[in-house]
């Protein structure tokens, strides 16, 4: 069944739109975008609608005295009995709320967890996967920070993946990421258990959210890592605290002050973002409970076994035997799609019992 208070809710409010567009009232620019949002539900119910009507009209002549027309109205009303459930679904799928930040681009960060040097060098391994796999899809990836460990892992990387759909994409990737292999320092053969987590938080548009210059504190320092006599004599890391939250950032993957304190910027106000869409999602966590991706990081989402070479998610109950692959980021579509759908299943089935 479909939800009919809402469907008519927004039926009413296209056409009002289109009346307040014809005739010049109101904010032009707003309303356009407004219509812009509701016009894919707007054209499918008219395409459901026209074929409720259509069904109507053929059980009326499939009942009719003329057998010959009866038979074909009786024909021409079974294909549409079969076409009904898909268009049924597809206005339920333009129906489900979407995240308003689903469709833009993502900031990532990877952090190693339990596990010392092993979790670092799983951290690293994460981090290859992920830009293989946005380098698949097409993506732009940034580094704007990174911290790499003594054996060649990393402590800690933040990279800006840029494109259509990111966050919609990835935002299933939040959590603990739990690795079982053979370390490369292990002497023994014994097999350990280390972690990193995975944090996506969706970059945040100027129009989105406002950071007033006065609620900040901005603090320069010399880069440590590499890169030479610069690091040392150049005070060009930024640190940027917001004062009201306690929210920092720091950038000092650039040599130029200026452009590391507009990427710390971008950072702050991202987790700023991210920070209020968790507040209002924990208000609607009693709704959703059994919802993917509810954006707890402490939750335990993955287990990639190396010596079973198996990649199983906990959220789904999903194992993949391709381990090699999903680690490679070649297969990393799999889970990823899976989870997408898993999600989709869950927000139909909730449109369902509101109906």
Do not use: C
């Not at 395409?47 to 499939?62: F, G, V």
């Not at 950032?249 to 971008?266: D, G, L, R, V």
Request: aromatic share 4%; glycine share 8%; proline share 2%.
């Amino acid at each position: 069944m479909l939800p009919a208070a809402q469907i008519d809710r927004i039926a009413a409010r296209f056409e009002e739109i289109e009346a307040q567009l014809s005739a010049g009232h109101g904010d032009m620019v707003k309303l356009s975008k407004e219509r812009a949002q509701l016009k894919p539900v707007a054209e499918a119910l008219g395409e459901y609608r026209a074929a409720e009507d259509e069904r109507a009209s053929l059980e009326l002549i499939a009942s009719d005295s003329d057998a010959e027309m009866a038979s074909m109205a009786r024909d021409e009303l079974q294909a549409l009995k079969e076409k009904l459930p898909e268009l049924e679904r597809g206005l339920k799928l333009l129906l489900i709320p979407r995240d308003a930040a689903d469709e833009g681009s993502a900031i990532l960060e990877v952090r190693a967890g339990t596990g010392g040097a092993e979790a670092a060098l799983f951290a690293g391994d994460l981090v290859a996967m992920y830009r293989r796999y946005a380098m698949l899809q097409g993506w732009r990836v940034t580094v704007m920070s990174i911290s790499e460990s003594d054996l060649g892992g990393m402590k800690e990387a933040i990279l800006l993946v840029e494109g259509a759909g990111v966050f919609a994409k990835l935002k299933f990737e939040s959590g603990v990421h739990r690795v079982q292999r053979v370390p490369q320092t292990e002497t023994q053969g014994r097999i350990h258990t280390s972690a990193a987590t995975v944090a996506v938080l969706p970059e945040a548009e100027d129009v989105e959210i406002e950071v007033k210059e006065s609620d900040l504190r901005i603090d320069v320092y010399r880069a440590s890592g590499a890169g030479g006599q610069h690091v040392n004599k150049t005070e060009s890391a930024v640190r940027v605290t917001h004062l009201p939250t306690g929210v920092v950032a720091a950038s000092q993957e650039e040599k130029s002050q200026h452009k590391n304190k507009a990427i710390a910027m971008k950072m702050l106000k991202a987790r700023l973002y991210d920070a209020e869409r968790q507040r209002v999602d924990n208000i609607r966590a009693a709704d959703r409970k059994d919802q993917v991706g509810s954006g707890d990081r402490s939750e335990r989402i993955r287990t990639y076994n190396f010596p079973q070479g198996r990649v199983t998610d906990h959220r789904i109950n999903l194992t993949l035997y391709k381990l090699d692959r999903v680690i490679a980021g070649d297969d990393l579509a799999e889970l990823v799609n899976a989870l997408g759908e898993h999600d989709q299943a869950a927000r139909l089935a909730a449109l369902d019992g509101q109906a």
